[in-house]
């Protein structure tokens, strides 16, 4: 049985075909450039650098653009979505206005693109509004006012935002954010790319990546060898190393749903409050006249919850209280966040590389940072004056950060532990169809899975990043790794990195 990637949720982009052609590589091939990941961060890599005269490769092992960039909710926000005020007291003021003008630039280089090829993407500027949850304090608001006028970004201190019960919350007013398409987004780059004799490779899973004594960069996958002058690893959590940048991060999952809305229901803007996981909404112009408005949030720690049904209803309930325009539901979906220690993602030289460029740590605003990437690591691989590499160089050490690290890093710990747990059924007998378990078998412990025929699929539940525990993720019908992200279909194959082979067959002694 093969998975079926879209058998997991479904967001509203997920309709728009990027560079549907490309097929499996098979045989050996050679360019400039490898591109190890078909998201927001490696195609924009690919536009970069092949619009500066470079032959590039974009491998993907599912759909181009079918990663968590194809479940985002894309509200271009320049500003650090733990707050300014938490990120200036690890970072100092000094980075976190680095880190606001490279996402304002990355912004502004999307609004660039889209109108130089005419990508027809839904790109509009439009305010972004932070405001205080009902029933909380609007401390919190006065004190990200003072952080981003420190950095010096615009904003405005307002009282009453466009939602029901909200004419006397405390506001900030961002000026000039930006949303868009996604999707039809980076199918217009796609199209750019493939112009300029660009190749995308889907369908391809990449197992290793090597730099070689004359410094070219070998990338091994199941269709053939690629050869290149540079390689830039673009697989959300990266494949390229095994420790160092993992322990600097945490998978989060975070849940989407999207509900029809008269025009004029909701002013056009983005919207994020003050609670901890907070909520986000944004609008989406929709065909045939139909407008849509999404609604984000209910995060957790991924791995270590099972309940989106839940989420869903406490997610819809939020929005019907504040929006009474809210039609029907159309979609829900869920996707995963990697937030670094420090708030800000790993752009540049994968350690302990000369020619192999890393970007992970997406963390909330993954959009911007994929754009923020695609700058940096190309003006890297070209040779030019890069901007920002003290923000986001991969090796960098944040002291302040110290009890992040540890609290992050204590997820690993625990999950060892459960080795020692007993199994969630006694037996494969107890599993019904259509839902997995992890089941006991002498010491080890099996991820099984009766699929809605009765079929069995019984594999280890050791994750093959570094063998943390997996636990069932039964909305979107996989195995999750809550140590760093990796989720695995029912029969095994690795979906999310860092996870490159599939997990372990089991024999099942039911
Ligand atoms: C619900 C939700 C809401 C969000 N909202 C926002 C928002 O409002 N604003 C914002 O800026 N960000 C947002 N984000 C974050 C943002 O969407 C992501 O950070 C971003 O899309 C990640 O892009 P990426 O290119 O790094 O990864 P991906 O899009 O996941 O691309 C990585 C690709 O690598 C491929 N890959 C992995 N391993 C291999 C391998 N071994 N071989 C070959 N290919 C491989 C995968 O198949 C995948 O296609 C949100 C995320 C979620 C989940
Ligand atoms: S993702 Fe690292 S052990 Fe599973």
Redesign the pocket.
Same mark, same amino acid.
């Given at each position: 049985m093969t998975f079926d990637f879209d058998r997991r949720s479904k967001s509203l982009w997920m309709d728009v075909a990027v560079a549907p052609e490309a097929s499996p590589l098979s045989g050996d091939r050679s360019c400039d450039t490898v591109i190890i990941g078909a998201g927001i961060a490696g195609i924009s890599t690919a536009y970069e650098l092949a619009t500066q005269g470079q032959k590039v490769i974009v491998i993907d092992r599912g759909r181009i653009a079918g990663g968590i960039t194809a479940r985002t909710t894309a509200h271009l926000a320049p500003l650090c979505d733990d707050l300014t005020s938490e990120m200036i007291k690890l970072r100092g003021d000094d980075i976190s206005r680095a880190f606001y003008e490279s996402h304002a630039a990355a912004i502004d280089r999307i609004e660039e693109i889209q109108k130089k090829h005419g990508i027809a993407c839904d790109f509009r500027r439009l305010d972004g509004f932070l405001f205080q949850a009902l029933d909380t304090d609007p401390k919190i608001i006065d004190e990200e006012f003072d952080a981003v006028c420190k950095i010096g970004a615009p904003v405005h201190r307002i009282v009453g935002v466009a939602f029901e019960h909200c004419d006397a919350q405390h506001a900030l007013k961002y000026p000039q954010q930006a949303t868009f398409h996604p999707l039809k987004y980076l199918r217009g780059l796609a199209e750019e790319i493939v112009g300029r004799q660009g190749q995308f490779y889907a369908g391809t899973a990449v197992s290793e990546i090597a730099e070689n004594e004359d410094g070219t960069v070998t990338v091994k996958s199941d269709g053939g060898l690629v050869t290149a002058r540079a390689a830039v690893v673009a697989t959300n959590?990266p494949i390229s190393n095994l420790f160092t940048l993992?322990t600097k991060m945490a998978?989060y999952r975070s849940y989407a749903m999207a509900f029809e809305i008269r025009a004029g229901g909701l002013p056009d803007a983005l919207y994020c409050d003050t609670l901890d996981p907070y909520h986000y909404v944004r609008l989406q112009p929709g065909d045939q006249q139909k407008n849509y408005v999404i609604v984000g949030g209910g995060d957790h720690k991924s791995g270590e919850a099972d309940d989106a049904g839940l989420r869903f209803g406490a997610l819809d309930a939020w929005a019907r209280n504040l929006i009474p325009a809210l039609g029907e539901e159309t979609h829900r979906w869920s996707g995963q966040v990697l937030e670094t220690i420090d708030y800000a993602a790993f752009i540049g030289r994968n350690p302990g590389n000369d020619n192999i460029y890393v970007h992970t740590g997406d963390s909330g605003p993954g959009i911007t940072h994929g754009v923020v990437g695609s700058l940096l690591n190309s003006a890297l691989i070209l040779g030019k004056k890069a901007r920002w590499t003290d923000v986001y160089e991969p090796g960098r050490k944040t002291p302040m950060a110290a009890g992040n690290f540890l609290k992050e890093n204590l997820t +690993?710990v625990k999950?060892f532990a459960e080795y020692l747990a007993p199994g969630e059924l006694k037996s494969f007998d107890e599993l019904k169809p259509g839902t997995g378990a992890i089941i006991r078998q002498g010491v080890s412990k099996c991820a099984a899975y009766r699929d809605k025929s009765g079929e069995l699929l019984v594999r280890s539940a050791a994750?093959?990043?570094?063998?943390?525990h997996?636990n069932w993720n039964s909305f979107e019908t996989c195995w999750d790794?809550?140590?760093?992200?990796?989720q695995f279909a029912v029969d095994g194959t690795a979906l999310n990195?860092? +996870?490159v082979a599939s997990l372990d067959l089991m024999e099942d002694k039911h």
């Open positions: 959590s993992h998978p +690993a999950n994750c093959t990043h570094i063998g943390c997996l790794c809550p140590c760093h992200g990796s990195a860092p +996870a």
